[in-house]
């Protein structure tokens, strides 16, 4: 291989140890939209916050109890994404939940960037493009299940790196809403944003396919190239 692109210091680490030369190795993160890196205005002062919800595009599965810890009366305002998940998506919208607001599929990244700047936090399960955009829009990232393999393995590198919460434990909680509210008020927070920022200046400032272009071009003859 003339190149590695990976998504985490960490598997420079592990490549290195199987004899990879760190020349051979460029630490990008997983490649979002460019619309993602684009940090907006800070959200106008408000009473209340706003939270999105997402992960729901494969069923039902749990959302029904998930869903019925938010009250009427909750301190926070939920966007639901619902991806393809038509009967989800009407479910929610019949119930009328003043705080629940579905949202079908988004296919504009631009408007996606959007929706994350309207929200305080994330809660979600760990797919490594949603940890990405969530990581370049810097909002706190609360985990409440995953699916067996590659989650799994995104959830343990992020959450043991401290840019993750671990929230497998909402069954047990009266109120989602408290539990996330505490935890943006206390320091752990101001940790995972330092970590957000260690994370991202760990990241190669190159662009991968430029990567590609020159690596490519140092390959080629230089009567070739003329």
């Known amino acids: 291989m003339d190149v590695h692109f990976v998504g985490h210091p960490a598997m420079k680490a592990k490549l290195e140890e ?3 030369t760190s020349e051979r190795i460029v630490v990008t993160g997983i490649p979002v939209h460019p619309v ?13 916050y706003t939270g999105l919800i997402s992960g729901g595009s494969l069923g039902l599965g749990d959302w029904e109890r998930l869903l019925s810890k938010i009250a009427p009366d909750d301190p926070v305002d ?10 989800l998506y009407e479910r929610l919208k019949k119930k009328n939940h003043p705080r629940l607001l579905p949202l079908r599929y988004i296919s504009s990244p631009a408007a996606m960037s959007a929706l994350y700047d309207e929200v305080d936090f994330v809660l979600t399960k760990p797919g490594g493009v949603t940890l990405s955009e969530c990581l370049c829009k810097r909002k706190p990232t609360f985990i409440y299940a995953m699916l067996p393999g590659q989650e799994e393995i995104n959830f343990r590198l992020l959450c043991d790196d401290g840019l993750v919460f671990d929230f497998r434990h909402w069954r047990s ?3 989602l809403s408290e539990a996330i509210i505490s935890m943006l008020h206390s ?13 991202h200046r760990a990241l190669s400032p190159a662009d991968p396919a430029l990567v590609i272009y020159e ?8 009567r070739q190239k003329s």
């Open 215 to 222: 690596r490519f071009l140092a390959a080629v003859p230089s």
């Open 78 to 87: 939920y966007y639901v994404l619902c991806g393809t998940n038509e009967q």
């Open 36 to 48: 993602f890196s684009v940090r907006s205005a800070a959200p106008a002062a408000r009473s209340r």
């Open 18 to 20: 199987k004899g990879v």
């Open 187 to 199: 320091p752990t927070l101001v940790r995972c944003l330092a970590k957000m920022d260690d994370y």
């Open 173 to 175: 909680l009266p109120s």
